[in-house]
């Protein structure tokens, strides 16, 4: 059974800092891409880190570059988001996401959610 299993959100204040784990299972990790997503009512799903299966090749989107890292612990199946410097605009559930490298396959985790409040 595939899953993704996103953890590490919650409240936290501007400035602050959070780190998100996407546990992974079911599949070989090591084979597939992994990114980060997130979403607020009324807006579309937009990436915001992405990480090759080797970990060789990493994008951001440019509203977190800077302050968010994505890395991946192959060893542990886990991909994590360090997210320094957080802004309200960055509260949002966000989402794991997995893509095989060599198949159309990709997967989606629950989400968590991640606040940036006062």
């Known amino acids: 059974q595939v899953q993704l299993v996103e953890s590490g959100g919650g409240l936290v204040q501007p400035g602050g800092s959070l780190k998100l784990a996407c546990a992974a299972s079911g599949f070989t990790f090591s084979n597939y891409g992994m990114s980060w997503y997130r979403q607020t009512p009324g807006k579309e799903r937009e990436l915001v880190a992405a990480?090759?299966?080797?970990?060789?090749?990493?994008n951001y989107a440019d509203s977190v570059k800077g302050r968010f890292t994505i890395s991946r612990d192959d060893a542990k199946n886990t991909v994590y988001l360090q997210m320094n410097s957080l802004k309200p605009e960055d509260t949002a559930i966000y989402y794991c996401h997995a893509r095989s490298l060599y198949y159309y396959l990709t997967y989606w985790g629950q989400g968590t959610q991640v606040t940036v409040s006062s």
């Open positions: 990480i090759t299966g080797t970990g060789g090749t990493i």
